[in-house]
């Protein structure tokens, strides 16, 4: 049995920036992980041709801006390297192979417990916080949609978090299910190792580049969002012109009013569009069916696939062990207050990595935390003289 003042569960970027801020305050904390390492997600469950979608002076943690060395847009390697330096930076250290199974509020001790199972021993661990902060993201689990016949499948099933490289599905018919960023930067990786692929296509959204993202940032700044919105809408259409035919629309939305009102990204294009314009990527509609490997789409036609990877996303699972999640998350395992003060909730129990909102996001919310722990307890300190 343990005691300290907080409890992070999760050691991604976001329990990594909670735990620097509160390091920064002299406030105790341990931050329990159930994998062998930081970042997992970037180390095990991301495709090796992966970078981060935003200029890097977007995806900085607390005190840790990046180098003028630094690419603008960074490579999985280099954002790995830099977790790492921030670990060792800032005193952080985590326990890792902790795998959280029960966590709950004692109302009589005012403190929270957590049960953790030591995955290298087999036992389970006990420890107590004054405080709890849930830092296991927004994309815990990747999430794979029901589909009429899918156990029939007899190729093989990924979820995009299982995909490295196209290289091993050279000459393969592979149906990718998800046109997000993933999905899209998926086909493109498969195109380019000599795959066949298709991508399954069933809702608008907004192609634009990374150099569009960017100066559509630097410009929200200065400029009402709707003048922002007006100029890369133009700037867009200007570079792909229509792409209906292809099976690509726009929604009605511009894209950063799109993000802001239903959470749906832009997609960046790292050359998908070409590849679906010369063919190389073909889209299809909806899937209806599936009978072992022939897969029916909503337009009636059929076609033969040896690999389906389903780009669908991921879902927080943090209630399955928060037993007492009503004071922080709703029934999706999402917060349950409304942004901005979506990372407080009852008990003394906050979140982090559950804005929708990136490196940029975490970073704002691990210090926003930080900070309220910390008048919390100097409240208490001033109680008690």
Known sequence: MAATTVII?????????????????????????KENCS??????????????????????????????????????????????NYTAKNQINPMYNRCVEATSFDGCSGKWKVEARNLASNETEVYYSKFIVIASGENNVGFIPRV????????????????KSGNEFQGKQVLVIGCGNSGMEI?????????????????????????????????????????????ITLWARFKY??????????????????????????VIDVGTVQKIRSKEIKVVPEMVSIKENMVEFSDGTTQHFDVMVFAT??????????????????????????????????????????????????????????RDIYVVLCGEDHHNL
């Not at 229509?242 to 990204?265: E, H, W």
């Not at 009852?346 to 930080?370: K, P, Q, T, W």
């Open 148 to 163: 009429p016949g899918l156990e029939s499948f007899s190729g093989k099933i990924i979820h995009s978090n299982e995909y």
């Open 241 to 266: 012109g229509d792409l209906s035919s292809y099976g690509i629309q726009r929604p009605s939305l511009c894209p950063f009013s799109n993000k802001v009102i239903t959470g749906r990204t832009p």
């Open 313 to 370: 996303g991921y879902k927080s699972v943090a209630n399955t062990w928060l037993k007492d999640y009503h004071y922080i998350m709703n029934e999706k395992s999402m917060p349950k207050n409304p942004s901005p003060k979506h990372w407080k909730g009852e008990n003394r129990s906050y979140c982090v990595g559950f804005s929708g909102n990136g490196l940029n996001g975490i970073s704002r919310d691990a210090m926003a935390v930080a």
């Open 9 to 33: 569960v999760g050691a991604g970027p976001a329990g990594l920036a909670t735990s620097a801020c509160l390091n920064n305050l002299s406030i105790e904390n341990i931050i329990l992980e």
């Open 187 to 231: 086909s493109f990786d498969l195109s380019k190792h000599g795959a066949n692929p298709s991508i399954v296509i069933r809702s608008p959204f907004h192609v634009v580049t990374r150099e569009m993202i960017y100066l559509g940032m630097e410009l929200l700044k200065y400029i009402p969002m709707k003048y922002v919105d007006a100029l």
């Open 39 to 84: 970042a997992s997600l970037w180390r095990y469950h991301s495709y090796d041709c992966v970078h981060l979608h935003l200029a890097k002076k977007f995806c900085q943690l607390p005190y840790a801006p990046h180098d003028s060395e630094t690419p603008t847009f960074m490579p999985k390697s280099k954002f790995i390297e830099y977790i790492d």
